[in-house]
């Protein structure tokens, strides 16, 4: 038997890199306070969506690695993108660097939406200590380079869920289905 390294979350993940450049870029162009405002309150549901999606998909990796580390301790893991990488690629691949970006960008976003919206917005609770605990699992693995079995996985102290395993893999296969990161941030 195998595991898919990917249950099925890279094809509904967004570029918040991307969006968020974008917006950056665009804003930095503008020099009235008004213009950038009316702006970025355009911009923000896609923006927050696109976080929150990210957010969600960090948040599934981790809860995905939980349930195959606890279900599926000697299986083999497949589609593993990382995994015989050339000398070459693997001089180039840095693995903390999305989640480094999404840890910077959250205190970059929660300041913005408050300069440009004058409001609070709601992240899920503990997301930073969650995004902390993902990179330090992303981090003591080596970004996955050698993980050919789920036996090969190390987790880390506070990687922990307070559901089953089983629980997990149904909240999982629901996200899959419905086509939907979001109810990931439930876990």
């Known amino acids: 038997m195998a595991v898919p390294f990917d249950p099925?979350?890279?094809?509904?993940?967004?570029?918040?890199?991307?969006i968020a450049y974008t917006?950056?870029?665009?804003l930095?162009?503008?020099s009235q306070l008004s213009r950038k405002?009316?702006?970025?309150?355009?911009?923000?549901p896609r923006l927050y969506k696109a976080l929150l999606n990210t957010i969600a998909f960090y948040k599934g990796c981790m809860a995905w690695a939980f349930y195959i580390i606890n279900k599926c301790p000697d299986e083999v893991i497949t589609g593993n993108p990382f995994l015989n990488m050339s000398d070459e690629k693997k001089s180039d691949y840095a693995p903390c660097d999305g989640?480094?970006?999404l840890i910077e960008y959250l205190a970059k976003f929660?300041?913005?939406v408050r300069y440009y919206r004058v409001k609070n917005v709601k992240i899920p609770e503990n997301t930073k200590d969650m995004l902390n605990i993902y990179r330090e699992f992303i981090a003591i693995n080596e970004g996955f380079i050698n993980a050919e079995k789920v036996s090969d996985l190390k987790t880390v102290d506070n990687m922990t869920f307070?559901?089953?395993a089983d629980e997990?893999?149904?909240?999982?296969?629901?996200?899959?289905?419905?086509k939907d990161l979001s109810c990931l941030l439930s876990l």
């Open 8 to 18: 099925g979350y890279s094809e509904l993940t967004q570029d918040l890199w991307s």
């Open 23 to 26: 917006v950056e870029e665009d």
């Open 28 to 30: 930095q162009s503008m």
């Open 37 to 44: 405002t009316r702006y970025y309150n355009a911009c923000f």
């Open 99 to 101: 989640i480094d970006f």
């Open 110 to 112: 929660e300041s913005d």
């Open 162 to 164: 307070s559901i089953s």
């Open 168 to 178: 997990i893999k149904s909240i999982i296969d629901k996200a899959i289905s419905e």
